[in-house]
């Protein structure tokens, strides 16, 4: 059975760094796409950063989310971490992780519950 299981999300000040991971079980990992969304209260989804199997990254056009924001994978551990530094009160949102062995971003085959961030002013 696949699981996703994101952890890590809390409350922060603004300023303040968060890091997230993503546990994956139940399929191949390493094949597969690997990525990062985030929904913010009001807000549509949006592509926060992605890693081809291979390690090649993909981030966000958005300047506010490419640089702070840096995604990695583990394929030991099965795990895709997102670090999050230098947060503002808008990256308040949902995170979730998703996994596709065909789709870098998107509908993704599988997903995540998602786990809030909340950052404070």
């Known amino acids: 059975q696949v699981h996703l299981v994101e952890s890590g999300g809390g409350l922060v000040q603004a300023g303040g760094s968060l890091r997230l991971s993503c546990a994956a079980s139940?399929?191949?990992?390493?094949?597969?796409?690997v990525g990062w969304y985030r929904q913010g209260p009001g807000k549509e989804r949006e592509f926060v950063a992605a890693?081809?199997?291979?390690?090649?990254?993909?981030?966000s056009y958005s300047d506010e989310v490419r640089g702070p924001f840096t995604i990695s994978r583990d394929n030991a551990k099965n795990m895709v971490p997102l670090q999050m530094n230098s947060l503002k009160p808008e990256d308040t949102a949902i995170y979730s992780c998703?996994?596709?062995?065909?789709?870098?971003?998107?509908?993704?085959?599988?997903w995540g519950q998602g786990a809030q961030d909340t950052v404070s002013a």
């Open positions: 139940g399929f191949t990992f390493a094949s597969h796409h």
């Open positions: 890693l081809e199997p291979s390690g090649h990254i993909h981030t």
């Open positions: 998703g996994a596709d062995p065909q789709r870098l971003w998107g509908a993704y085959e599988y």
